[in-house]
């Protein structure tokens, strides 16, 4: 069964950069496509971004375009979020997970935090005004 770790998180000034790395492990990892989502404190889970299994279609929540970038290598089994020009509103934990396989890659698909099989323990951003 795949596991999932993240890790990168940090804290960091507004304006900063960040860059979150979620390592797959214990099943065929090409074959899953993968989400970031965020959970601030006293928040329900948001989805962030999302990627397919060989990285050629992308999306993202409307509170990140233009400032994040999802991305993968699958030879080192590894799905990145890059996080540039952080905000203090982006503090929160972020967690990365497996799409179920056999779901369409599609936007109402990958933002349905329901529809991931395999989650991540999450790593802390946080921002500082």
């Known amino acids: 069964q795949v596991q999932v770790g993240e890790s990168g998180g940090g804290l960091v000034q507004a304006g900063g950069s960040l860059r979150l790395s979620c390592r797959i492990s214990?099943?065929?990892?090409?074959?899953?496509?993968m989400g970031w989502f965020r959970q601030a404190a006293g928040r329900e889970r948001d989805f962030v971004a999302a990627i397919s299994w060989n990285g050629g279609e992308t999306y993202y929540s409307d509170s990140v375009k233009g400032r994040f970038t999802i991305s993968r290598d699958n030879a080192e089994n590894t799905v990145y979020l890059q996080m540039n020009s952080l905000k203090p509103e982006d503090t929160a934990a972020f967690s990365c997970a497996a799409l179920s396989p056999g779901l369409p890659f599609k936007f109402q698909t990958v933002t349905n935090h329901h529809n991931y099989i395999t989650w991540g323990q999450g790593t802390q951003v946080t921002v500082s005004s």
């Open positions: 214990g099943s065929p990892y090409t074959t899953y496509a």
